[in-house]
């Protein structure tokens, strides 16, 4: 059953993108109306912006780096004014990612992967409360790299395990208030990153994913919609993996 998101208002950040934008034109697909964090003004954001006019509602892209809190706090408040002053949906989707072999890696790489792929999570979901109010859901993206670690990538795995955390903890605290919070942990799946990925390297992550391929955006996408919808109402506190079984 495809979700019916009709009237519900969404805020999804990192959208115009792999997962995210997925996740976006998926919600706005289904009925909702949207308002998308993006870091830069590019084509992906312009292409976007036109994908979501031919869905009929009010869309709305908002230029925001959620490393730095106090655009997210613009971004906040630029969806509290453009849906009305409420929120059903947050989906914390942005993150970054780099490869450094852990004696090497230095301050500013470990704080800025924490920083965007964490904290941020904590402060748009933080932010997004008085919107909620006494109903919602939020969906975190996290990564299978916070299940089972990767080398060269401790700063991402501790990012990504944090947000198991956060979610579990938030949907024990912000359950009790009507807002579920869940995780989607996507494994290795087809975006600009995986397009680059060296020969050797996909055949390998092929090779030991049961269904013998990547997985598609748009497939994590529709496990993000479940959740935002009331198909899920009772499911909190949960890390759903997308992964093809690896």
């Known amino acids: 059953m495809f979700p019916d998101l009709a009237g519900k208002r ?7 993108r792999g997962i995210g934008r997925a996740v976006v034109l998926g919600l706005a697909q289904a009925g ?12 992906d954001a312009e292409s976007l912006r036109r994908e979501l006019k031919d869905t009929g509602n009010d869309h709305l892209l908002v230029q925001a780096d959620v490393a730095d809190p106090a655009q997210i706090t613009e971004l906040l408040s630029a969806a509290g004014t453009h849906l009305g002053g409420s929120l059903d949906i947050v989906v914390n989707s942005v993150g970054t990612i780099s490869h450094i072999p852990y004696a090497d890696l230095p301050l500013d790489a470990w704080t800025q992967v924490l920083t965007t792929n964490l904290t941020a999570t904590h402060l748009v979901t933080q932010g997004a409360l008085p919107l909620l109010g006494d109903s919602g859901t939020v ?17 991402y795995t501790a ?3 944090g947000l198991i955390g956060l979610t579990r903890s938030l949907s024990k605290e912000l359950g009790s208030k009507g807002i579920r919070v869940n995780l989607v942990s996507p494994g290795v799946i087809e975006t600009d990153q995986a397009a680059g990925m060296p020969p050797a390297a996909r055949a ?13 955006a748009n497939e994590v996408a529709a496990v993000v919609l479940f959740l935002a919808s009331d198909v899920s109402s009772y499911v909190n506190g949960a890390t759903f993996t997308v992964d093809g079984g690896i």
């Open 10 to 16: 969404a805020l999804v950040t990192g959208g115009t």
């Open 32 to 43: 909702a109306t949207v308002v998308v964090g993006h870091q830069r003004q590019t084509e």
């Open 139 to 155: 969906v975190n993206i996290g990564s299978g790299a916070g299940l089972v670690g990767v080398p060269l990538r401790a700063h």
């Open 159 to 161: 990012a990504k395990t």
């Open 204 to 216: 390998a992550y092929t090779n030991r994913i049961p269904l013998g391929r990547l997985g598609e």
